[in-house]
């Protein structure tokens, strides 16, 4: 079982939209609709941002949004805010009672 | 407003086993569809999944820690626990607690720092 695979870095100006992309295989992101994101600033425990590809929990900005296509889930923010900077990582249900997240990406605002 | 809070040894000899307990407040750890997890991150690293419980005892554990970890609940102390064996410098970490269910960590203990070091 290997960690999802993200892009370590992405960056973006304030008012911009980026993507975070979440690459598994077909035993994990392919097969299964339960890929959550979170969002770390430093010294923080991770907050959920995104559930079940593109569910959002109450009190997360509609500017966080997911999808998924094949074994690559997303995370798209729009409108960026200084507030958004921080370190996001993909989750992924891997079968028989397993789970993987992601290496994490870290997120620059400009 | 439930609330995970970990709590154990700061620092551990290499061989030795870490042990960490996380408490559970405001809500039961008893209820249905509530699992319960271990989660820890090396610093400057990112996340990796340990194992999970639930309440009846059920243990589900991630492949590359299985062989040294046991995860155990006390519901009557509103607990889980986690037990790592035989520790290196490479299991210094942030241990995290978490509330497991529908696929997704929901709650989050503050995290608790360990280091492996003589």
């Known amino acids: 079982q290997s960690a999802l695979t993200q892009p370590a870095s992405v960056s973006g100006s304030p008012g911009q939209s980026i993507t975070i992309s979440c690459t598994g295989a077909s035993s994990d992101v392919g097969s299964y609709n339960f890929v959550s994101w979170y969002q770390q600033h430093p010294g923080k425990a991770p907050k959920l941002m995104i559930y079940?590809?593109?569910k959002r929990p109450s009190g997360v900005s509609n500017r966080f949004s997911g999808s998924k296509s094949g074994n690559t889930a997303s995370l798209t923010i729009s409108g960026l805010q200084a507030e958004d900077e921080g370190d996001y990582y993909c989750?992924?249900?891997?079968?028989?009672?397993?789970?993987?997240f992601g290496g994490g990406t870290k997120l620059t605002v400009l | 407003q439930l609330q995970l809070q970990e709590s154990g040894p700061g620092l551990v000899k290499p061989s030795e086993t870490l042990s960490l307990t996380c408490s559970v407040s405001?809500?039961?750890?008893?209820?249905?569809?509530?699992?319960w997890a271990w989660i820890r991150q090396p610093p400057g690293k990112g996340l990796e999944w340990i194992g999970t419980i639930y309440y009846d005892g059920s243990t589900f554990y991630g492949p590359s820690l299985k062989n040294r970890v046991t995860i155990s609940v006390d519901t009557s102390k509103s607990q889980f626990s986690l037990r790592l064996s035989s520790v290196t410098a490479a299991d210094t970490a942030i241990f995290y607690c978490?509330?497991?269910?529908?696929?997704?960590?929901?709650?989050w203990g503050q995290g608790t720092l360990v280091t492996v070091s003589s």
């Open positions: 978490a509330r497991h269910q529908n696929q997704l960590f929901d709650y």
């Open positions: 989750f992924s249900y891997a079968g028989s009672s397993t789970w993987v």
């Open positions: 079940e590809v593109n």
């Open positions: 405001g809500g039961s750890i008893s209820t249905n569809g509530h699992y």
